[in-house]
């Protein structure tokens, strides 16, 4: 420690004297200081520092002398949203009375340079007398299940491409931000605003020509996944309740995390979301003994056919303190624990390290189970399972994993085994045979056995820092899908884009899922994966004429929850995205490539949704092809009833061809169940 300061002290004192030369420097040769440098510091100046509104008005906020770049930035917030708010335009609305202030940190490369304040003092707004104008009465019999007034649009179909191709829309670029369900707003609240306060459309994080990230509704991370009957189900370690939970402040520290989140596809680019599992936590399957700090991080799921009936297995890590396992008769459930105990018991009493984190659970051909895992101070270990797969058989195997730190994962390929982890950030571990083996990249080793021993075979993934700028934990999943290999992975560019940073500038570590393919080589060798945002493309089309969840969407944004299980294993009031500084108008889902083949002169379209009845009288549903301004399909207003259930089938015009397919609302909708075509 005290070296550490010495050091400290010493580069200090050397940055002062560089500091120095450069301005001597400056003042003998002309030398001009970069513009956001100390001098340009001084002039960045708010154009008002105190402001006085009334409720509902509006002022707008400008940083004089700043001029933004690539690499440089201002963030705005307010210290009480309630009394004024703040977007990232620097417009400030007055909701009620009180004070605030508004603060406006500078960024340049994503590190705080300065923080400008300027305080808002609201005050009611003068009380006038205005002419009630009289309304129509709502019906006494709400409108369910039956056809709206409204007429939805009249619409002549485009011509369709033929319905083996799958287009690739460019037309939104990649945009910075997503909504807050807490800033929707309701058509009463738009003449309020400036127009430069909301958007028509929640903003998603994502481009049309991108797939990556996978999940826009939520943070999620460390995936693991299986193919069952044509799909591939992704379980994840739910970020997102850490977020949420965490007030959406600071960093990441994983303390909230108590639940798995579910998600699955059948095209690698329209998914589901199943909700969520909770593990431990007052209300987890695993409560009884959670043990220390009642986490669930890091899933392994494997299932195999037992007696003519398909059995589930989830493996997962608690604080690093023990491995757990549950087990379902469904990939989503509902889970349950069967042996009452922990798996393997990780926490050493002797000197209180963890040591047993990040399961990796594989079947073999002959039905025996095998699980790798990080134990005895960040080494990597194999064992055998016993043949309920809730057992173990024997003792733990030191791998010899060079420079392991956490993730392990295992397949099978041909004859051969793969072993693959993360490694660590250590440099002085890597010699001679290990000199090109990089911090925090995934490596693999083979073996003709299960149990090892494994021989060290490359450095196959690096860190997302490498591909996008932002250093990350790695943590991956490696599976064959419908004849093709796919790298699961998460990196923190859902944060980058969302604005998700904490006090000092810095990404707050909250995750995201994405995905890469990838081939085996002739030899069986791996060579590097790629990692981007374009991600994979769709690998088959989207049928409109089943019933669909309103949870399968390729994008999506704004205030609509996801649609979860009945079921005390999961939880509702998933946002359908995790952060905004933009107020919008609509919510919207989006389904890639939609095949409607020839048509029909009689198509129709049912839905379902539920809304928030304190909030919502009226709810504005829209659909269009191919944009969210496209060509529109149906655009109606609807009533709920007393519960707030909406359910309509209405006619449509004929539609063809191959379309991405967008869904849109303009109420509190909180459930948007499910949707169907018919021809």
């Known amino acids: 420690m005290r070296a550490l300061i010495k050091k400290h002290r010493k580069e200090k004192h050397m940055r002062k004297k560089c500091i120095t030369g450069l301005l001597l420097i400056s003042l003998c040769t002309g030398l001009v200081i970069p513009a956001h440098g100390n001098a340009a510091q001084k002039k960045w100046k708010l154009n008002v520092t105190k402001k006085t509104l009334t409720v509902k008005k509006s002022t707008t906020l400008k940083v004089k ?67 009630k104008t009289s309304t129509p009465k709502s019906s006494t019999n709400p409108v369910v299940s039956a056809l709206p007034s409204v007429a939805p649009t009249t ?29 929707f707003l309701s058509n009463s609240q738009l003449p309020n605003l ?20 996978i999940t826009t509704n939520g943070y999620v991370a460390d995936p693991t996944a299986i193919s069952y009957n044509g799909r591939m189900y992704v379980y994840l370690t739910n970020d997102q309740q850490n977020y949420e939970l965490g007030l959406r402040k600071g960093n990441n520290d994983y303390k909230n995390i108590m639940s798995i989140r579910v998600i699955s596809t059948a095209d690698m680019v329209n998914w589901q ?19 220390d700090g009642s986490h669930s991080w890091a899933p392994s799921v494997v299932w195999r ?48 390290k963890k040591e047993a984190l990040d399961p990796g659970v594989f079947i073999d051909d002959d039905g025996t189970g095998y699980l790798a895992y990080g134990y005895t101070n960040r080494g990597a270990g194999i064992i ?25 994962e295992l397949n099978k390929i041909g004859d ?40 060290y075979a490359g450095d196959i993934f690096d860190n997302a820092g490498d591909a996008f700028g932002t250093i990350s934990n790695n943590h991956h999943h490696m599976i064959e899908f419908k004849d093709q290999w796919y790298m699961l992975y998460h990196t923190l560019e859902a944060s980058n884009r969302n604005g998700n940073f904490d006090r000092n500038g810095n990404n707050a570590g909250h995750r995201c899922l994405q995905v890469n393919s990838f081939s085996i080589n002739e030899d069986g060798s791996i060579g590097k994966i790629n990692q981007d945002m374009k991600g994979v493309s769709q690998i088959q089309s989207f049928d409109p004429y089943e019933l669909t969840e309103g949870t399968v969407y390729s994008d999506c944004a704004g205030a609509i929850t996801s ?67 496209g060509q529109t399909v149906l655009s109606t207003k609807l009533t709920p009833d007393a519960t707030g259930k909406v359910s309509l089938k209405l006619p449509v015009d004929k539609l063809t061809g191959v379309h991405d397919i967008y869904f849109a609302f303009d109420g509190h909708v909180k459930k948007f169940a499910n949707w169907k075509f018919t021809k």
């Open 65 to 131: 002398g700043f001029k933004k770049t690539a690499k440089s930035k201002i963030r705005w917030k307010s210290t009480k949203p309630k009394i004024a708010s703040v977007n990232q335009k620097g417009v400030v609305k007055a909701k009620a009375k009180g004070k605030a202030k508004i603060r406006a940190t500078i960024l340049i490369k994503g590190k705080k340079k300065a923080t400008l304040t300027c305080n808002i003092k609201v005050k009611k707004a003068a009380k006038t007398s205005v002419a």
């Open 155 to 183: 619409v002549t179909p485009t011509t369709a491409p033929t319905a083996s191709s799958i287009p690739t829309p460019t037309k939104i670029p990649a945009p910075t931000r997503t909504p807050r369900p807490t800033d």
């Open 194 to 213: 400036q127009p430069d306060t909301y958007e028509t459309y929640a903003q998603t994080i994502k481009a049309d020509s991108e797939s990556n990230p």
């Open 273 to 291: 979301d199943h909700g969520v599992i909770n593990l431990t936590g007052k209300d987890g399957i695993c409560n009884k003994y959670a043990g």
């Open 305 to 352: 056919n037992e007696n003519g009936k398909d059995r589930f297995y989830l493996y997962y890590t608690n604080n690093g303190a023990n491995i757990n396992v549950v087990v379902a008769d469904s990939p989503t459930g509902p889970f349950r624990d069967e042996i009452g105990k922990p798996l393997i018991e990780g926490w050493n009493t002797k000197n209180n």
């Open 384 to 408: 055998q399972l016993g043949d309920d797969l809730m057992s173990t058989v024997g003792s733990t195997i030191d791998l010899n994993a060079p420079a392991f730190f956490e993730d392990s």
């Open 416 to 455: 051969t085994y793969y072993y693959s982890y993360c490694t660590d950030w250590n440099t002085d571990n890597r010699t001679e045979n290990y000199a090109t083996l990089g911090q925090c990249h995934i490596a693999y080793m083979t073996s003709k056995s299960p149990m090892g021993p494994y021989t």
């Open 563 to 629: 649609h979860m299980r009945e079921n005390k294993t999961y939880v509702e009031d998933s946002y359908f995205e995790p952060v905004t500084d933009v107020s919008y108008q609509y919510s919207w889902s989006k389904i890639s490539a939609a095949d409607f083949g020839d048509g029909s002169d009689q198509m129709t379209l049912e839905a379902n949704f539920e809304c928030d009845t304190t909030e919502t009288k009226e709810v504005t549903f829209k659909v269009s092809l191919d944009t969210r301004d």
